[in-house]
């Protein structure tokens, strides 16, 4: 059973940053499509970035190139996610999924495993 827990979430004021993790418990780490999504209120849950099994692709929602950074850590089986220039419409809670894949997907559907999710909030 693969097991995903986030935490790093918190509240901030616009143009502050912050950094989640996702730490990963079992399986083969390195072997999994990572992905970080995101769910407002009201709306649907949807992909913020993703990285291949071996991290050599990444991918990211059009909204948040150039402020957010995903990486891996194999040797700790986490994944990070580097949240830079805050906005208020980047609040949502955070997920961290995994997929049997090579390639992260951009739909929810496409994953196999999540997190329980963290809140990120953000001040005007």
């Known amino acids: 059973q693969v097991t995903l827990v986030e935490s790093g979430g918190g509240l901030v004021q616009a143009g502050d940053s912050l950094r989640l993790s996702c730490a990963v418990s079992?399986?083969?780490?390195?072997?999994?499509?990572k992905a970080w999504f995101r769910q407002a209120p009201g709306k649907e849950r949807e992909f913020v970035t993703g990285?291949?099994?071996?991290?050599?692709?990444?991918y990211y929602e059009d909204s948040v190139k150039g402020r957010f950074t995903i990486s891996g850590d194999n040797a700790k089986k986490t994944v990070y996610l580097q949240m830079n220039s805050l906005k208020p419409e980047d609040t949502a809670v955070y997920f961290c999924a995994a997929a049997r894949t090579t390639v992260p997907g951009y739909s929810p559907n496409e994953y196999h495993y999540w997190g329980q999710g963290t809140q990120v909030t953000v001040s005007s």
């Open positions: 990285i291949t099994w071996n991290g050599n692709a990444i």
């Open positions: 079992e399986g083969t780490f390195s072997a999994y499509a």
